[in-house]
């Protein structure tokens, strides 16, 4: 049976009720995310031996980030304890014309302080085929880059399956970090790159030819990003499949949303979803890197199956409030065959 690992920050998020601006709330719904965590919790829901390895306060909110991932099925086992708070983020729920908002409280977070040399990552990695981080977690601090590129080393000497989604965040890398050179030695060992144009360009400078992705949005084609697949395989040879996810924002409301594979030889392009009433995108990519994993490990021979399957999965993600995508793997493959109705299910 195949075990994934996943290794990131999860946080206390908090929002507004409805579509209630901050200015408007006297309180926020409490939920807690974290890309990696989300990819966790998403493994689970379909059955997947997965555990996640971050590091928490050992305080109540600490404790009740713990129940949050056990009552999901993650395993935390190897979740280390110390530090002094649970990294916070706040989150207001765009629509129509205007874009969802965020707003970070994560400095000093105990996974900010965690060092290389804190987590075994060979007893972490006993019986393991699969381990991923994102873009998030060295961009943390730099101790959290350290300890990721602690890990990816060791994985990748054990032969097991790397995996990253690139995940730039503007709001993060304040710690003074060449963040070119740090992402590029992390990528460099990793056999599965999940990144969409903003990742490949802010992280490498990597873009498509010829293509204004501001100016285009949701009339951009599959095949556009061929020529970011290719600089990418080129730059990371270790690279055995380079995935972009392909979202067209017509408004916060309203987005297509699809996905292509590149194995080096074929571009393997999904069918697109017309999203069109969003009830929470937050959480979208890692549920699509959820799906993808899954799909992956299950479809070993079927690429297209694989991200088909992680395309379904994500689009239904952007139906469920929080961070978190709590389908089925039937109800995945039931939209994956056509069914896009959404009739009660008696």
């Not at 460099?188 to 969409?196: A, F, T």
């Not at 399957?309 to 793997?329: M, P, W, Y």
Request: charged share 20%; proline share 3%; glycine share 10%.
């Amino acid at each position: 049976m195949n075990k994934v690992v996943t290794f990131g920050e999860i946080m206390l998020r908090l929002s507004p009720p409805g579509y209630l601006r901050f200015s408007q709330t006297n309180s926020f719904d409490v939920v807690y995310g974290g890309g990696e965590s989300n990819v966790a919790i998403s493994l689970a829901n379909y059955g997947v031996d997965v555990d996640f390895v971050t590091r928490l306060p050992k305080n109540d909110m600490g404790d009740c980030a713990l129940m949050e991932l056990r009552k999901r099925g993650v395993k935390t086992n190897n979740i280390i304890r110390g530090g002094n708070r649970l990294g916070i983020y706040f989150s207001e729920t765009g629509a129509v014309s205007r874009a969802s908002k965020v707003i970070y409280d994560r400095s000093y977070s105990s996974i900010s302080e965690i060092q290389p040399g804190m987590v075994n990552w060979k007893k972490v990695f006993e019986g393991v085929s699969w381990f991923h981080w994102t873009g998030i977690t060295p961009a943390i601090s730099k101790g959290a880059a350290d300890a990721c590129l602690e890990a990816v080393k060791i994985a990748s000497d054990l032969g097991i399956t790397v995996s990253t989604d690139l995940n730039y965040r503007a709001k993060l890398w304040n710690y003074g970090a060449d963040r070119e050179s740090v992402m590029t030695d992390l990528t460099s060992y990793c056999n599965i790159i999940l990144g969409n144009e903003e990742d490949a360009e802010m992280h490498f400078g990597i873009k498509p030819k010829d293509l204004d992705i501001t100016t285009q949005g949701h009339q951009i084609k599959a095949a556009d990003f061929l020529s970011v697949c290719e600089q990418m395989m080129k730059k990371f040879p270790k690279a055995k499949k380079i995935i972009t996810t392909l979202r067209g924002s017509i408004s916060a409301s309203h987005n297509t949303w699809a996905g292509v594979l590149f194995d080096g030889t074929t571009m393997y392009e999904s069918p697109q979803y017309q999203i069109t009433d969003i009830v929470d995108r937050v959480g979208g990519g890692d549920s699509f890197m959820g799906g993808l994993i899954y799909g992956l490990l299950n479809y070993p021979e079927d690429d297209q199956s694989g991200l088909n399957f992680a395309v379904a999965a994500s689009c239904l993600k952007h139906t469920i409030k929080g961070d978190v995508n709590l389908v089925s793997i039937q109800e995945v493959e039931k939209l994956m065959g056509g069914d896009a109705s959404g009739r009660v299910s008696r």
